[in-house]
């Protein structure tokens, strides 16, 4: 099989690195990115016949481009079709039917969905909602009441963070495997009804709307709330604001703090994935 043409198409600083690492491996170009942006080797795609095209998380805005934040044109699918080869495999993360819709006789591979890169992705997360926790917070998160909604991947991520900083840490979890791994952890397990309100803290990691407006009035304006879950998140934003409630909804953390490390995370997934599917030239 000849060595793999890939198309790194949008995004953002981690794209970038995703584009850097791929480079050293298979034969990368880019497209939708400022030209002083990409690093040396990397070169802007001008020719077609790319057999995978990795796109961003999320990788279409609401008005159908692509995302390319680091871009000061507009990328289109229409932009990125005639560079591929027939059937070209195309990857992004969080896929819906309006990506489907823009790549028809593709198929496509939602990279975000990979157990690896779940993991992975847990610790920069983790560590970029405690940066800005130490940023918004008037004191120190020793001591401090901290309380996790959640005890997946990023939960048990931020909870073993926040143990290190001395917080006096909780977690609401659903089911008695989310309390034995609480437990594990050495962290006391709560339900939502059980939560209470007397928290410095909340970080919610549960895409449901748990924070509602009724329940936001039994929290001081003092508690921080920061929400790292997906779309639709687990907080009434509007009402935390209209409460005097500062809320913070962190999404795409891993971009935004440690674009390399999760650009370098996304390029070894999508080695995975190529291998997994007979690119073994990657």
Not at 62 to 81: A, Q, V, W, Y
Not at 99 to 105: Q, T
Not at 191 to 208: E, K, L, R
Request: glycine fraction near 12%.
């Amino acid at each position: 099989m000849d060595k793999m043409k890939i198309l790194i198409a949008g995004g953002d600083l981690r794209q970038i690195s995703c584009a850097e690492a791929l480079s050293r491996r298979a034969a990368a170009a880019a497209v939708g990115f400022d030209p002083e942006l990409l690093p040396e080797g990397l070169v802007p795609a001008d020719q077609g016949g790319f057999n995978c095209a990795v796109l961003p998380v999320p990788p279409l805005t609401d008005k159908g481009s692509i995302t390319s934040p680091c871009f000061k044109g507009i990328l289109t699918p229409e932009d990125i079709r005639p560079l591929l080869a027939p059937g070209a495999l195309i990857l992004a993360g969080r896929i819906g039917e309006d990506l489907s819709r823009a790549f028809p006789g593709h198929r496509l591979i939602d990279y975000m969905q990979r157990e690896e890169l779940s993991l992975n992705n847990a610790v920069p997360t983790a560590e970029g909602a405690v940066a800005i926790a130490l940023e918004e917070l008037p004191v120190t998160l020793s001591g401090a009441k901290v309380l996790i909604v959640g005890m997946g991947r990023i939960g048990t991520a931020l909870a073993e963070i926040l143990k290190g900083f001395g917080a006096d840490v909780s977690v609401v979890v659903r089911n008695p495997r989310g309390a034995a791994r609480a437990r594990i952890h050495g962290i006391k397990p709560l339900t939502a009804g059980t939560m209470g309100t007397d928290w410095t803290v909340v970080f919610n990691t549960v895409p449901d709307m748990i924070f509602d407006r009724e329940v936001l009035r039994g929290f001081s304006t003092e508690t921080l709330f920061i929400d790292l879950a997906s779309k639709p998140g687990g907080i009434d934003f509007q009402s935390a604001s209209e409460l005097g409630i500062t809320a913070i909804w962190a999404l795409g953390l891993p971009g935004r703090t440690a674009p390399v490390t999760a650009g370098q995370m996304i390029a070894e997934t999508v080695e995975l994935i190529l291998s997994e599917e007979g690119g073994q030239n990657v």
